[in-house]
């Protein structure tokens, strides 16, 4: 199965700046989304973008997709000490044949210092 | 509210123990999947079930069985526990392929010693 690869693994920066990641992918997508996943919990859904699109935004969020160079990035503007968390993209293969898991990266680790 | 809720939040077990990892989700989703979070790998795909009774394997199926007998509610079952699947396992469901986003539970932090 493919497997999203992010980009960094760790980023730490002051509170108010923007965090850049970047999720890059092996074979075609029908989608690419974001979660993040605050320590010790579940992953929570933060956007998705159809491989159609070139860019989406959703608040302090924006989303970028590039299917040539099969990658994406999240920006987070004017982050905040809430952002730290772990941040995960997610890709499916939708096959027709039922429904296929997505196929997380490991995360990038976002710390953001006050 | 969409609500996916997994039986313990941290559960500890001895080895060859059989154990049973519950999720049920509130949102009349067809989908549901299980999956394992361990440091350094990421999460990966177990099992996951588009219908009642129908469910199949993902990327690390072994070790590992599931039933599905209602629709809201999703099994993990560790036949035989080994040292080795301990780890965080997430529970989520889904409505609708292709784009779907998934809404997880909380997690069940296992411990098998």
């Known amino acids: 199965s493919q497997q999203g690869e992010e980009d960094p693994q760790a980023l730490s920066i002051q509170e108010g700046e923007n965090a850049t990641m970047n999720c890059s992918y092996k074979t075609s997508i029908n989608n690419l989304q974001w979660y993040r996943q605050n320590s010790g919990r579940g992953l929570v859904h933060l956007i998705l973008i159809r491989s159609n699109e070139r860019e989406k935004h959703s608040g302090r969020l924006r989303v970028t997709l590039d299917t040539s160079k099969k990658s994406s990035s999240l920006l987070i503007t004017a982050s905040r000490a809430a952002d730290t968390a772990s941040y995960f993209c997610a890709t499916d293969a939708y096959s027709g044949g039922g429904a296929d898991g997505l196929t997380f990266g490991k995360g990038t680790h976002l710390i953001i210092q006050p | 509210d969409v609500k996916v809720t997994q039986s313990s939040r941290y559960l500890v077990k001895r080895t060859g123990e059989k154990v049973f990892l519950e999720c049920v989700q509130d949102m009349d989703h067809e989908n549901m999947f299980w999956y394992r979070q361990d440091p350094g790998l990421g999460l990966r795909l177990i099992y996951f079930?588009?219908?009642?009774?129908?469910?199949e394997k993902g990327d690390i199926p072994e070790g590992y069985s599931v039933s599905r007998e209602k629709k809201e509610r999703f099994s993990l079952i560790l036949e035989s526990a080994s040292t080795n699947q301990t780890s965080m396992y997430l529970c989520?469901?889904?409505?609708?392929?292709?784009?779907?986003?998934?809404?997880f539970g909380p997690g069940t932090r296992l411990t098998v010693t």
């Open positions: 079930s588009y219908d009642v009774k129908m469910k």
């Open positions: 989520a469901s889904t409505y609708a392929v292709p784009s779907y986003e998934q809404y």
